[in-house]
Structure formats: structure tokens, C-alpha cells
């Protein structure tokens, strides 16, 4: 069984940046990928990025990509997703999830076998 427990979240203004954590506990095995996904009010769950914990490669939705940064340290279990140049629009529940991908595969967020309990982030001014 995996846990994972987010952090980082709170309020920003518009152009800030905010740095959430993802500790997982329990059992990793070598062929995972963890992401993060958002889901604002009265809309669907966004995979927004993820990463590799083999190989470490990485997948960024189009919407975040070149503004957000996932990253990991395998020895502390730990990823985090580095957000910068947020926007309104940014605002929603952060999740971050878990699941087995086979070796070399390419992540994408489209599902988790196991998931935070997310933490709210808010942009505004």
C-alpha cells in the first residue's frame, strides 16, 4: 500500500510562485510514475505532469509546460512540482497520485492507482 500526502499549497498573486510536495510512504516499486492532476470547481480533473521513478522522464500538459517544474528525489520519496508565472486560472485542488507504468514507458496523467488528499492553491490578487 502507498501513501501520499501533498503540501505546499496556499494563496499567491498572479505572476508567483509556489513549490508543492508529494511524500509518498509504503511500498514504491522501481516501475512508477507519480503526477500531478488539478481540479478547479465545475470542472473535470486536468493531468497537469509527471515523472518517471526510474528514469526519471518527465511529461508536461501543454497548459502548464514551460511555467511548472516536477522533480523527484527517489531517496526521500519525494516529488515536487514547482510552480512559476501562475494565473487565475491556476487556481484549483493539486493532487498528486501514483501508479505502476511499465519499464521505460512514458508517463501520462490520465490515472492513478493511488492519490493524495490534495491541497488547495490560489491565485489572486
Known amino acids: 500500500q502507498l501513501q501520499l500526502v501533498e503540501s505546499g499549497g496556499g494563496f499567491v498573486q498572479p505572476g508567483g510562485s509556489l513549490r508543492l510536495s508529494c511524500a509518498a510512504s509504503?511500498?514504491?516499486?522501481?516501475?512508477?510514475?507519480i503526477g500531478w492532476f488539478r481540479q478547479a470547481p465545475g470542472k473535470e480533473r486536468e493531468g497537469l505532469s509527471c515523472?518517471?521513478?526510474?528514469?526519471?522522464?518527465?511529461y508536461y500538459a501543454d497548459s502548464v509546460k514551460g511555467r511548472f517544474t516536477i522533480s523527484r528525489d527517489n531517496a526521500k520519496n519525494t516529488v515536487w512540482l514547482q510552480m512559476s508565472s501562475l494565473r487565475p486560472e491556476d487556481t484549483a485542488v493539486y493532487y498528486c497520485a501514483a501508479w505502476a507504468i511499465p519499464p521505460q514507458a512514458i508517463c501520462v496523467p490520465t490515472r492513478g492507482d493511488y492519490w493524495g488528499q490534495g491541497t488547495q492553491v490560489t491565485v489572486s490578487s
Open positions: 515523472i518517471s521513478t526510474s528514469d526519471g522522464g518527465t
Open positions: 509504503g511500498f514504491i516499486s522501481d516501475y512508477y510514475a
